[in-house]
């Protein structure tokens, strides 16, 4: 497809630095301002940029845009002619992706032109720790230009102000400490408001601002700590999509899908099977949601040569890079997650996993990484990944309409699981099949009454095994797929509510589990407001 379009812009050839800045085309994508070529970009779902300062005009400015959304076996996801697929593979969709999610193309997100003054803030990478009740804010900072500045720095908020002043030429690095810290959690989740100014011979010339999360998250054994307590994640895997907008960013639909995933006491999700939109992220770090942030690594598979491997893997790469440097200043952002469903069984493919995950480790140490798979005990890679997150369909593709049977299959997986990988395990997909408004008693497939059941199943489950850490049930709605036989309409029925976000019978079930359920029955409450609470609530009234 082909886009083109028009702009002027109050620019006057001054020193500014002027960019346009995508911030996602499917799949592939070739730029053109004014005639002339600025460049590609290969992958969806995360952002770039081109200077433009050169092709600017004062007035009218054309910009064309080229998008190819035909998936090559090289790409990531990787095209469906690659591979010979496994005999257990689903029969083929129209149109024919090595995925269950329509294959949306073309701009999805905003593009914007930002405007930047010479020697202007690059990157800012903030990260925090706890030191008793006090919060540890380190800031880096790094410009394109080696000139000695200023930089002024301010934490404000819930009744602390700290500043902090530093010289610097290309980076510069400080510390920032916030006493009795309001810390970040999805219980309270409290920001502070870090401002950046940059000074030139005391004059002003860059300011940025960035609301902030002072928190921690580690694994420890077989726990996933949040500032240092235990936590259980509940929520969904989702997609981008939604009646007539398609994969496209509509910030009502986001604050939709929000205030359904809080009515039902979840505290989390997964960015199946892609990054999702910025702004989702922000609403995530003022909401108070877990983000397990995924690359769009869905169904690699490792059986057509080393060179197409090679390939998929340095765009794996490139994809973690953008990733990490899109997403690692939100709060939300807990984990990072290398595939999904990857086709391991196809070959050697620890060297491959591996590489990622150092490569993801020296970009991000703060946080765990981990990998979906659904080859359960059979997934080397689990061997050095930092928490085991599994996808299972025990009384849907197998064990069919048996939901006893399926939940013992799943109950004893755990264990295998867990025996040859001691540490914190993620059901991130469980769920059925459920035609809104189809009923049948005793449960039958299909119907609402077969999907509920099955998930109250699956989560007791879960909720009897300590090291089980985290429940994500596929799919917070129906979504879009290719045509096919299973996906009636063209959808995939998983969702807890329809595509246009009515509830399902499960959704009641849910919210009676993960919302309403009696406190007893919590057996990992959400860590309370840190320190002194009393002190805490004290400070957010004053704010
Ligand atoms: C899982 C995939 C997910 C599918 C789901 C399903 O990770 O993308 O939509 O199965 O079949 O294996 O519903």
């Known amino acids: 497809a082909w886009y083109q379009t028009r702009f002027a812009m109050p620019w006057d050839g001054d020193s500014h630095q002027v960019s346009l800045r995508f911030g996602s085309v499917n799949y592939l994508a070739d730029v053109w301002l004014n005639g002339a070529y600025l460049g590609q970009h290969v992958g969806g779902h995360l952002p770039f940029n081109f200077e433009i300062g050169a092709h600017l005009r004062p007035e009218a400015n054309l910009l064309v845009l080229r998008v190819d959304g035909r ?15 496994g005999s257990w593979d689903p029969p083929r969709q129209y149109p024919d992706v090595s995925f269950d999610y329509f294959p949306y193309c073309g701009i999805q997100r905003p593009v914007q032109l930002v405007s930047t003054a010479p020697g202007a803030l690059a990157d800012l990478t903030v990260v925090t720790e706890i030191a008793g009740a006090d919060g540890m804010v380190h800031v880096s900072l790094k410009r394109a230009a080696a000139d000695d500045v200023i930089a002024r720095l301010t934490l404000r908020g819930h009744g602390a102000e700290v500043r902090g002043e530093l010289t610097m030429g290309e980076q510069a690095e400080t510390t920032l400490r916030v006493s009795q810290a309001a810390f ?19 004059l002003p010339f860059d300011r940025y601002s960035l609301p902030i999360g002072i928190r921690t998250i580690a694994v420890e054994g077989d726990q996933l700590l949040l500032n240092g307590e235990p936590i259980m ?12 907008l398609g994969r496209g960013f509509h910030a009502a639909v986001a604050v939709k899908d929000y205030g359904l995933m809080q009515w039902l006491g979840a505290n989390s999700f997964r960015t199946t099977h892609y990054p999702y939109a910025e702004e989702t992220l922000e609403l995530a770090d003022r909401l108070g949601f877990l983000v397990i942030d995924e690359i769009p690594a869905v169904g690699l598979c490792f059986d057509d040569g080393e060179a197409n491997i ?34 391991s069984y196809q070959g050697d493919v620890v060297p491959f996993f591996r590489t990622l995950y150092d490569l993801t480790k020296r970009l991000d140490p ?8 659904d080859l359960g005990v059979l997934e080397e890679s689990f061997a050095f990944y930092d928490v085991v997150c599994m996808n299972r369909y025990y009384g849907w593709y197998t064990e069919q309409g048996r939901l006893e049977t399926g939940a013992a299959r799943l109950a004893e997986e755990l264990d295998a699981i867990y025996a040859r990988f001691p540490k914190p395990l993620i059901l991130t997909e469980f769920g059925a099949d459920a035609i809104a408004g189809m009923h049948a008693q005793p449960p039958e497939m299909w ?22 850490v985290g429940q994500h049930v596929w799919n917070l709605c129906d979504f879009k797929t290719g045509q096919g036989v299973m996906r009636a309409g063209g959808l995939n029925h998983k969702g807890i509510f329809t595509r246009d976000r009515r509830p399902k019978l499960a959704a009641h079930v849910l919210r009676e589990l993960w919302s309403i359920r009696p406190k007893t029955e919590d057996r990992r409450p959400e860590p309370a407001a840190p320190s002194n609470a009393e002190a805490q609530r004290a400070r957010d009234a004053e704010t």
């Open 71 to 85: 998936l090559a076996p090289t790409q990531v996801p990787p095209g469906r002619e690659s591979s010979g697929y």
């Open 233 to 244: 994640l509940r929520g969904f895997g989702r997609h981008e999509d939604f009646p007539v």
């Open 310 to 343: 090679a390939e998929r893997l340095r765009m794996c790469e490139q994809q973690t890079h953008e990733l990490v440097q899109r997403d690692k200043n939100h709060p939300s952002v807990i984990m990072w997650c290398l595939a999904n469903e990857p086709r």
């Open 447 to 468: 119907s609402e009454e077969y999907q509920a059941e099955l998930i109250r199943r699956y989560i007791a489950v879960l909720n009897s095994k300590p090291y089980v």
């Open 184 to 202: 970040w959690s999805p219980a309270a989740p409290h920001r502070y408001e870090l401002t950046v100014e940059l000074l030139r011979d005391g």
């Open 366 to 373: 703060t946080r765990p990484a981990t990998l979906v798979s």
